[in-house]
């Protein structure tokens, strides 16, 4: 096949599937990082990760946790205290970063504004000294995957800000990296504009399927959406990490609870197996393990909450005050103080607002509330 031109790139025909990269994941073995003289700040602690070949793996996290300086490790820009980093089987810690074969992205698109966006793409690809007769076809094809091949000519400064951002994925991809590391590409961009990248990408990983995805985030819309597994990080520290759907329905500890979606977080103590009990009243959720007299945080997702009495006797009932009202559209969130604690209920839009200070009943099914047992946090670093 002759190789593309950059200057007839808009081809109708797509150019044929990349060879597949090395498959190789990414494994994060008792990682530290640490900034200060003496190293004394610890920005990253012991961290242990796998992310397996052809896995998105987000680091969902607040500002600060150590996100990006996990990412960084893995790029090769900062260099750990103790730990390894590697990729597939390839101890890569005291290798600079060109020789770790890996594509990143950063927040900000960082193209150079001088190139075109065929020059931009095809740079790593020079650095990298790939034969210059394959450059051009490198380039066409990392441009088809990212949808931007009509635009090779353009300089950054005529693409908007979604347009940049391919550019970027795509400069990352020309390597044929079999690691891509993202991260937060999507925050510079409006909302809609994301929403239109999430399925993008989606859609990217479906045609790369053997490229390991570090992605850091910290929308969780955004992990949900695209991650096959989330790490949550909090101050250094790995918190859990699991499916999407564990970290949702069964957090282990309330703050993945509050991080990954929105949660109601009632303290209660457990009474007996299959009851507990919330500011003097029962209520019937799943204790596990945890023996009677034992303190608790019970999580029950606001969109788990109806209103009403109970429809049968082992439901459960919350009766509150409403004190604020958010529409939303298809939802009424309501802000409600329950015995003084301040609950969240997401209901399907109401006909008539409920005014400020009405009392509500509320309920919810057993098996819609999770048992999150005190300590845990302490005990999983123990
Ligand atoms: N070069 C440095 N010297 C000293 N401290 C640093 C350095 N780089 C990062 N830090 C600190 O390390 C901690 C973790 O930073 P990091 O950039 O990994 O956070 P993050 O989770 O990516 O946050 P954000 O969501 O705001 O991007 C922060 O407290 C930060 O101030
Ligand atoms: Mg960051």
């Not at 990082?33 to 920005?43: D, I, L, P, Q, S």
């Not at 075109?116 to 793409?121: D, G, I, L, P, S």
Request: proline share 9%; hydrophobic share 40%.
């Amino acid at each position: 096949m002759p190789a593309p031109s950059t200057a007839a790139p808009a081809r109708p025909t797509r150019p044929a599937a990349p060879p597949a990269p090395p498959a190789s994941g990414i494994r994060f073995d008792h990682v530290t990082v640490a900034h200060g003289r003496h190293g004394e700040h610890v920005v990253l602690d012991s961290l242990d990760l796998t992310v397996e070949p052809g896995e998105v793996m987000a680091l969902l996290g607040p500002s600060g946790s150590g996100k990006t300086t996990a990412l960084r490790a893995v790029a090769g820009f900062v260099r750990p205290v103790s730990g390894r980093v590697l990729i597939g089987d390839r101890d890569v810690t005291a290798l600079p970063p060109y020789k770790r074969g890996i594509g990143m992205v950063v927040q900000q698109y960082a193209l150079f504004p001088h190139m075109k966006v065929a020059e931009n793409v095809a740079f790593g690809l020079k650095a990298q000294k790939v034969p210059r007769a394959e450059i051009p076809g490198r380039v066409a094809e990392a441009l088809e995957l990212v949808g931007m091949a009509a635009y090779a000519d353009r300089h950054p400064r005529e693409l908007s800000g979604g347009q940049q951002q391919r550019v970027a994925i795509a400069r990352a991809l020309a390597i044929r990296p079999g690691v891509l590391l993202l991260d937060e590409p999507l925050s510079a961009l409006d909302a809609q504009l994301r929403s239109g990248m999430l399925t993008e990408l989606a859609r990217l990983h479906r045609e790369l399927p053997d490229v390991s995805i570090l992605y850091v985030t910290h929308d969780q819309v955004e992990a949900l959406t695209l991650a096959d597994r989330i790490a949550v990080l909090e101050s250094a520290r790995l918190r859990e990490c699991g499916t999407p759907q564990e970290l949702y329905r069964s957090p282990r500890t309330a703050f993945t609870a509050s991080f990954v979606g929105t949660a109601n977080l009632l303290p209660v103590t457990v009474r007996g197996a299959g009851g507990v009990e919330f500011a003097g009243r029962p209520l019937a959720v799943a204790t596990g393990d945890a023996g009677p007299g034992a303190t608790a945080t019970l999580c029950v997702r606001p969109h788990r909450l109806a209103t009403g009495p109970a429809p049968d006797p082992h439901g459960n009932t919350l009766r509150g005050t409403v004190t604020e009202v958010q529409w939303r559209g298809a939802t009424h969130r309501l802000y409600l103080a329950v015995d003084g604690h301040r609950v969240l209920a997401d209901l399907r839009e109401l006909r008539e607002t409920p005014p400020l200070g009405t009392e509500v009943t509320l309920h919810f099914a057993p098996e819609d509330a999770v048992l999150i047992p005190a300590g845990i946090e302490a005990a999983h670093h123990a």
